[in-house]
């Protein structure tokens, strides 16, 4: 097959799995190819990809470099067959029309060299006859052939019949045909198994659901199949995937299907049982490491996708905005640390309070909070949700009510603190704050997010910002590949501030990366602010092709180019200046005035160069330039006398935040430092398939107290409006469940739950 066979088979492969026609992913393949960037394809060449978004893209860029690889492995295996003298026109049909990598590789088993074998060994004894000879009349008595055979290092009967079996069993491990029915009926009708290793009832506590578990493989959700798989790695339970009991048999009689019409005799007997061998002993062990290769690679993708979506929705949480922000990260023995951040971002002061134990310094941490909040004109106080977070909103609380008349009270907030230890010790952190504490770095951190979640959370490793299902277990370089595409998506569809970015924020815009960004803040702090887009083109080591990739999603507000502030590119300044001569008015007029421009038609702009989607783009961004995509700016309220656990009870209304959406519901901070799990049966008085179908990471939500347990760190919630009110629920106490039976189906598959091992793992990430 010549190349263009193949590209055209990979288009049309791709085509069929993201929606998509053969030529959109010719085309998208070409740009990919040229070395622009998913965002710049998703926005800017819409024409020549049919509209693909950033999702598509993604998925095709990730497609197509693993079906190249699986044609680069099919050429090595023709190649390598062919070189052995034992490529025929049916094995490269066959080689050609391998789907997928495991496949090809089945296909090429017989013909990989390998070391030395039983098999091997029997047929250098000569015991490949004996075999054919059983093959080939299966009437005969296996037994009575033997003896002819014992001759050399084959020392009795019963030695030459192992030898035949040994090859027997090679060959049927090695055939392609039967591996591939072996693997659909596996797929379709295997049982994953997981039972307790005697002895590990305490040290695997948290893993209780699945001291005795079983359910279909082909249907285990990937959250589940990760907790079994990490309670297998600890060694609390031992993991079985084989055929259900009802059809134990089937595996074995497909394998002796393979040896054809054996009919009737001591032969076929000694065959059918050799088949039964092969998958007892080799086929079984196949299958099993096939399985669990797929199922690990599925729960891997779901849980990957699900820490994506999270990552998303934190990264283009809604913004607080240009405002003066007091961020306040909790502590007890070492004091509360406090940094003032001015409407930019940029360090005003700094303290440090003793309000709790051991110093009590009540009075002092009072005075020093109502000192920078008066003397900075603070708007928002951003308080981290760790240790001691509720006592320290209770003293805010009291500070802002003895403010003096006059002084506008902030309002304060209790803001996700994850990850803001892992930037205050990074090299970033010390390089932008040399001269200041560790500690003191998180409550700018802190400060920020509440500013700008995007500009400050890209600073922070995702896999540390705490919004991933266990994160820890998945492959991690897929995983950093999968969300390095979104925050670089979340940067872009935003939109960067040339001239206020950080090299961190400017190195995800599209075309750019950790080196041009540093250039670009460098040419910055020597010459001044850039007047506009095309001053860029200045920057050390930044090209044409770069500014290309980049421009589009740079924004420079009050620069010499009005277009500039918005997602025009600048290819398209032309098509946007016709436009405006259209209005008859000046351009800084006419950008804003969304009547004046719904007076347009979008067909009368189409050129050669810029169709129907680019100008509609264009025309939208006229009308709301440089809009962001992000939601307007909320808070949570926590319930007042509601900071513990202990607080709880059974039927509260409380307001909280989503931290995290798993495929099995929706974590909630709701003020009592553990987070409460909404089940998905929970999420609404309708079925949900998909929690993001109801909410997302940074939503605030009203939700209600269905169980706690204290001694467990465990809460129960709902957000179903058919649930009694307080007062109409009775307590748990009064009404005991039974107990569950080992054998019962695990806690999170049921309506209302919230205690699965699952839940505990995924506390603790």
Not at 703 to 717: H, M, P, Y
Request: glycine residues 8%.
């Amino acid at each position: 097959m010549d190349q263009s066979q193949t590209t055209a088979r990979i288009a049309r492969r791709i085509a069929g799995e993201i929606g998509a026609t053969p030529a959109q992913v010719g085309a998208a393949t070409d740009l990919l190819d040229g070395g622009a960037t998913v965002p710049f394809i998703a926005r800017y060449r819409k024409e020549a990809t049919g509209g693909l978004d950033d999702t598509q893209l993604r998925t095709l860029a990730e497609r197509l470099s693993y079906l190249r690889e699986m044609e680069a492995r099919r050429a090595a295996i023709l190649g390598a067959i062919r070189d052995q003298g034992k490529l025929t026109d049916d094995l490269a049909r066959t080689i050609a029309g391998a789907e997928t990598k495991a496949a090809l590789e089945d296909i090429y088993l017989p013909f990989k060299p390998k070391r030395r074998t039983k098999a091997m060994i029997a047929r250098e004894n000569g015991l490949e006859p004996l075999l054919r000879a059983i093959q080939a009349d299966p009437r005969s008595d296996p037994a009575a052939l033997a003896p002819r055979f014992v001759t050399g290092p084959v020392e009795t009967p019963k030695a030459a019949l192992e030898g035949a079996r040994d090859i027997l069993v090679e060959e049927l491990s090695e055939r392609a045909d039967l591996l591939g029915r072996l693997r659909d009926f596996m797929r379709s009708h295997a049982v994953i198994r997981a039972r307790l290793v005697p002895g590990k009832e305490q040290e695997g506590a948290k893993f209780s659901d699945y001291f005795d578990h079983a359910e279909p493989w082909a249907r285990i959700p990937g959250h589940r199949a990760l907790a079994i798989l990490r309670a297998a790695k600890e060694e609390v339970v031992t993991l079985e995937i084989a055929a259900p009991e009802d059809q134990a048999d089937r595996p074995e009689g497909i394998t002796a299907q393979a040896l054809g019409q054996l009919g009737q005799g001591p032969g076929a007997d000694w065959l059918r049982q050799m088949a039964g061998w092969a998958w007892r002993v080799r086929l079984s062990n196949t299958m099993y490491i096939d399985l669990l290769t797929e199922l690990r690679t599925r729960a891997h993708a779901e849980a990957i996708g699900v820490f994506a979506r999270n990552l998303r929705d934190l990264l283009l949480a809604a913004p607080a905005g240009p405002r003066a922000v007091l961020g306040l990260d909790p502590g007890i023995r070492t004091g509360c640390k406090i940094a003032v951040v001015d409407p930019t971002g940029k360090l005003l002061d700094t303290a440090t309070i003793y309000p709790f134990q051991p110093k009590n310094d009540l009075r002092g941490a009072e005075a020093s909070l109502a000192m920078l909040i008066q003397r900075h004109g603070v708007d928002l106080i951003a308080i981290g949700n760790g240790t001691a977070s509720r006592e320290s909103e209770r003293l805010v609380a009291d500070v802002l009510k003895r403010l003096p008349k006059g002084v506008r009270a902030p309002t304060k907030v209790i803001v996700s603190e994850a990850g803001a230890s892992v930037y205050s010790a990074s090299e970033l952190a010390a390089k932008e704050f040399p001269d200041l504490d560790v500690s003191l770095r998180g409550a700018v951190s802190i400060a920020r997010r509440l500013q700008d979640p995007l500009a400050e959370l890209v600073k922070v490793p995702p896999q540390s910002i705490g919004v991933g299902q266990y994160q820890h277990d998945v492959d991690q370089r897929q995983l950093a590949r999968a969300l390095e595409g979104v925050v670089e998506d979340a940067v872009n569809a935003v939109g960067v501030d040339l001239n206020t970015a950080s090299a961190p924020l400017l190195a995800h815009v599209a075309g750019l990366g950790p080196s041009l960004a540093q250039n670009i803040v460098a040419h910055r702090d020597a010459t001044g602010p850039f007047p506009s887009r095309a001053a860029l083109k200045k920057v050390a080591g930044l090209g044409p092709k770069a500014f290309q990739q980049c421009a589009g999603f740079l924004r420079v507000p009050g620069g010499t180019e009005p277009l500039d502030a918005s997602a025009v590119h600048p290819e398209a300044y032309g098509v946007a200046r016709r436009i405006v001569a259209a209005c008859g008015r000046d351009l800084r007029a006419v950008m804003g005035d969304a009547a004046t421009l719904k007076t347009l038609r979008a067909q009368d702009f189409v050129t050669e160069d810029f169709g129907l989607p680019t100008v509609r783009d264009i025309l939208a961004e006229l009308e709301k330039p440089g809009r962001d995509p992000r939601p307007g700016f909320v808070t949570a309220n926590f319930a007042d006398g509601v900071e513990a656990i202990g607080d709880l009870r059974p039927g509260m209304a409380l307001e909280g935040t989503v931290t995290n959406v798993a495929a099995f519901g929706a974590f909630v901070d709701i003020g009592v430092h553990q987070d409460g799990l909404v089940h998905v049966s929970q999420l609404a008085d309708r079925f949900v398939r998909d929690p993001h179908e109801v909410v997302k990471a940074g939503d605030v939500v009203r939700v209600r107290v269905t169980e706690v347990d204290v001694a467990r760190k465990r809460i129960g919630l709902t957000m179903r409006k058919d649930m009694p009110a307080q007062g109409d629920r009775p307590r748990p106490a009064q009404t005991p469940k039974p107990a569950r039976p080992q054998s019962a189906a695990p806690r999170d598959a049921g309506p209302g739950s919230f205690g699965s091992a699952l839940a505990d793992a995924l506390r603790r990430r």
